[in-house]
């Protein structure tokens, strides 16, 4: 679902109202919704603005029309997170989510990586985090995600930035979440726009031992960018080894 400016539309903010009753079991998986009339009356919004919002519903794959029935609860809605940008640990191994593990948070001088993706000056100075995920058969990836300078965040997504001091430079640990995961709890009033590369690699050395794999263990790397508007603030690699659980990709145009 496309979304235009910072601030969501009135017919989006009733998709999120709705998806949120999708999502806290008012309206449960399987279950029928009432009729436009009676919904309209009781959201005590307008019978055109409510009929948006279901189409945007249905198309984003919480609802399905059914004849003679009416417009049904799908049995697996989908998660949250503006639908289509979900964290990495919600996606690996068909959303049942493995243990997220800190091993760096500082803040570090841009790379080449991060001067080309978040467009970071020579001097400027980025949130770095390095997490290793692990399922029930051991490692399945290794993340490295960088967030734009504080005076970037400030500007675009002060709720991010907020939300990014709040969870200070915490000691590598475990349980972690990853910075996709703070950003898209921060962003209920944010549009996001991102995208991602996909490219196949060997792990090399380093990454082979955070992985507990032979450096020449073939893996994917997913590249990843997260935009407010035209201003990137959140770039990430992530290292996908052989054997790692599926990923599923959703290529759109």
Known sequence: MALSGHRRRPVVALYERIADAVHDGTYPPGSTLPS?????????????????????????????????????????PPRRGFEHVQPLEELVGGGTGPRVRALLRSVEEPTDFTTQHLLAPARAELRFWESLL???????????????????????????????RECGDAPAGDPAVSMLSVLLAASREVALHAHSGITATLLGRRRGEQLGRPADTPAVLV???????????????????????????????
């Open 36 to 76: 436009e009339p009676k919904l309209a009356a009781e959201l005590g919004v307008s019978r055109p603005a409510l009929r948006e919002a279901l189409l945007l519903l249905q198309e984003d794959g919480l609802l399905t029309v059914r004849r003679g029935v009416g417009r049904t609860v799908n049995a697996r």
């Open 223 to 253: 590249t990843q960018v997260v935009r407010v508007g035209d201003t990137p603030v959140l770039a990430a690699k992530h290292m996908l080894p052989t054997g790692a659980p599926a990923l599923p990709v959703l290529q759109s145009h």
């Open 134 to 164: 692990s399922g029930e058969s051991g490692p399945a990836a290794l993340c490295h995600e960088w967030a734009a300078a504080d005076e970037v965040l400030d500007r675009v997504h002060p709720a991010f930035a907020t939300a990014l």
